[in-house]
């Protein structure tokens, strides 16, 4: 009799167990399509979003998303549908966002040139202006000797330089490349204007 129950249990068991593994197996498949619509769903916002000004000025979270979607990919293929089906979907919902953050980004660097481009090129002319008065003068004003003035037109070709590939790259739409140029022109400016006893301009400090 014990040994009827002892097997009737083992039986019961092994039951429970081959439906657990059935359970879990419906419950993967049934997160297979829906994996699948949501990696599909991603590819499409990714590249909605690359063919924005997220390609300019998102690129770096784009990237990460192209990884993430690769990652999804991978997961599926092992058969892990609710892994993918989470990164999908969260990569979907950070590239459909990537669109308005990249124009803001845009503005906020159109603003930034725009700022710069108002005030480099007049430390530029304020700057010539005094090394010609310097490079004519008899005598230098305290602080200042022939070597500061030499120095002085030599950085200023440096700083005009600078400006003039910011400028280029503005044009062409590297707007990020702009930027970074014309922020060394501005700081190479206002270490000449130090140098010669001038005041920078309060934006430039």
């Known amino acids: 009799m014990q040994r009827r129950s002892s097997i009737w249990n083992r039986g019961r068991r092994a039951a429970a167990a081959v439906i657990a593994i059935l359970f879990v197996s419906a419950c993967a498949a049934a997160d297979k399509a829906p994996a699948a619509a949501a990696i599909k769903a991603a590819e499409e916002a990714i590249a909605a979003a690359k063919a924005s000004d997220a390609s300019k000025f998102a690129a770096d979270q784009l990237t990460s998303m192209d990884a993430a ?68 003068s008899k005598k230098l004003p305290a602080g200042i000797d022939r070597s500061k003035v030499d120095a002085a037109k030599s950085n200023l070709t440096a700083v005009n330089q600078t400006w003039t590939e910011a400028s280029e790259a503005y044009k062409a739409g590297n707007f990020t490349d702009a930027i970074g140029k014309a922020t060394a022109a501005k700081n190479q400016a206002a270490e000449i204007m130090t140098a010669l006893n001038m005041q920078p301009p309060a934006a430039a400090k």
């Open 69 to 136: 979607v690769t990652s999804a990919k991978a997961a599926f293929e092992k058969g892990d549908y609710a892994s993918a089906l989470n990164q999908a979907r969260d990569v979907a919902a950070k590239a459909k966002e990537l669109p308005a953050a990249a124009s803001a980004k845009k503005a906020e660097l159109a603003k930034a040139w725009a700022d710069m481009s108002g005030g480099v090129p007049k430390m530029v002319t304020a700057i010539q202006s005094r090394v010609d008065i310097l490079s004519q």
